[in-house]
């Protein structure tokens, strides 16, 4: 009886290890939660400066403080968003109309204008 003991014994503590230590575990998932809910909160704020830059942009497109560039042998431009992020976007034919799609890291440009 005390063999079979000491086997459940050993296989509850192997099953409980993975429950709580292992990755995938519990402390990763709470480890995961965490990070989710502060790029959540950085998101927001990401958010609201594009709102904000775009809005501008709308009325003023040509603003200095938009360090409008154009990517070299591409048809993507690019405008700051912040210090460490621009906004890309390409005109529509008739370039009364931009069209943004992707927010990221100025260097971006070295893989976006390959694609």
Known sequence: ?????????????VLQYHLWLA????????R??????????NNTQLQKQVNEKLLFFEKYPTH???????????????????KGNRLFFVWNKTKDTAIFF???????YRTIGKK
């Open 32 to 41: 995961l939660k965490h990070r989710i809910a502060l790029q959540e909160a």
């Open 64 to 82: 200095p403080s938009f360090h409008l560039e154009k990517l070299i042998k591409t048809k993507i431009w690019s405008i700051r968003l912040n």
């Open 1 to 13: 009886m005390k063999p079979i003991i000491i086997i459940l014994l050993v296989f509850f503590a």
């Open 102 to 108: 992707f927010i990221g890291p100025h260097d971006a």
């Open 23 to 30: 990755s995938g575990g519990v402390f990763a998932v709470m």
